[in-house]
């Protein structure tokens, strides 16, 4: 059998937004392409927290506090710098509600840089958050 991988093979790692990654990469220097470059690493940052390869909250908080500081030096809109830390304070805690929120705001606020396919690898995140909202909320 061809198709199939021996048993001590591992699966093939997967990447979560290669459209947002292709996205940033198209934009001219500037202004869009830092937007979806913000937007790309907070949605990367916020993939952290999923399970089932969940990093531990202190190691998150680590990653939001080095990216808060990347985020000075870049030049985003107004509106979208404030969702942006939000979101990346958010990163660092285990509450899927407050996350999935946070990023619906940075999806809103950067909606004009954001194509359709990068704009639903963002949506699949929020749902996929929501979800893991709903569960903590039974539990």
Known sequence: MLGTLPPYAL?????RFPALASL???????GE??????VF??????????PPASL????????????RSWLTAL???A?????????????????????????????????KVLDPASRRELETLGRDMKRLAEGQERE
Do not use: C, I, Q, Y
């Open 75 to 77: 030049a985003l809109p």
């Open 11 to 15: 699966a093939a790692p997967t990447f």
């Open 79 to 111: 509106p979208l710098r404030p969702l942006l830390s939000r979101l990346l304070d958010a990163t660092a805690r285990d509450d899927f509600a407050t996350l999935a929120t946070a990023l619906a705001g940075v999806v809103t606020a950067a909606d």
């Open 24 to 30: 940033a990469g198209r934009r001219p220097l500037g």
């Open 56 to 67: 531990p909250a202190s190691l998150r908080a680590t990653r939001a506090t080095a990216a």
């Open 33 to 38: 392409r830092e937007m979806a470059l913000a």
């Open 41 to 50: 690493v907070g949605a990367h940052l916020a993939a952290g927290a999923l």
